[in-house]
């Protein structure tokens, strides 16, 4: 990107046009002030921020000997958000195709104008990106009818709410995708099971989605089942009412030890213009939300379990 603007005037006009189109600050969370980090209120998504920027800092020094002071480091950061919030990853197949990547890995990553225009929706249905082999040319394939004036969005690919925030500097309310990692679960589960839980004994942070399918949820229950039964459970963890109730408590616990709650999150952002802090407190709430769905989703499985159990007692004594 950077070599494309310095022989830009040697191109073509389209290519100027283009580079002089592009936004000159990205929104990210990678160039937010560490006040505005600090509201996210998400110890996860902080360490993401600060490893992406360290990251950056390295191969920034890794190129800067043979850069020397043509590209300052503001400048290169720049041109990496702009990569990360605008460029496209396909894969090569068998046949030499090039097909786009939904998780934003592949063999060919690229600057797309106009295509790159275009809005994220996730789960998008109507549209898609696609490399035309016989043109030669990337194309936004509409599979749908549109009106005239009608917005055109594509899917970024799967993209969490972390993710969007990271690289492009905005998130999706109610976001498929999303998910929250608990850090200080062992901290926690030790909180609930009114235990002490040994240095010796490692606790998996789980990772919360909407639907608790996460295999770090299943290791999780696994943990909390060892601590209840003494290692001599029967059965599948996620199956016990006792163990999805401490799934559950540890839920409500991290959504406590939150600074502030869904309901005053909303008061904030009702009294707040556009900025890090707002963008801050939106992505903090659906956080919340999400732990919220999650609790709720476990409340719905513990009572059609505890239905179960009763219906096999029930037989069992009726025999």
Known sequence: LLHSMDVADEDSRALRDYLDALPKRVKSALSWSEEAIEELQDAHMVEQVHRRRSK??????????????RIAFDRFCWAVEVVLSRAFAFNRTNKNDIVFSDDGKGDVICLLPMIDSANHLPMISGTHVTYDTTKHEFQIVADKDFQVGQSVEISYGIKSNDELLLSYGFIVPDNPEDFFVIKDAKKMLSTVLKVNIGDDVDI?????TRDLLDDSVASFANNISNLLYEGKSNGQ????PLVLQKIQEVCRLQL????TSVEEDTRLLNSLS??????????????KRLLTDAMELLTRQMIVLEQQYAMMQDIFSNE
Not at 256 to 259: E, F, I, L, V
Not at 279 to 285: D, G, Q, S, V
Request: proline fraction near 5%; charged fraction near 35%; hydrophobic fraction near 30%.
């Open 56 to 69: 950056i800092r390295e191969l920034y020094r890794n190129i800067e000997s043979f850069v020397g002071s």
């Open 204 to 208: 998996v942070s789980p990772v919360i």
């Open 237 to 240: 963890p996620t199956q016990d």
């Open 256 to 259: 406590s030890s939150m600074k």
């Open 274 to 287: 556009k900025g890090e802090k707002q963008l801050a407190i939106e992505f903090r709430r659906e956080k």
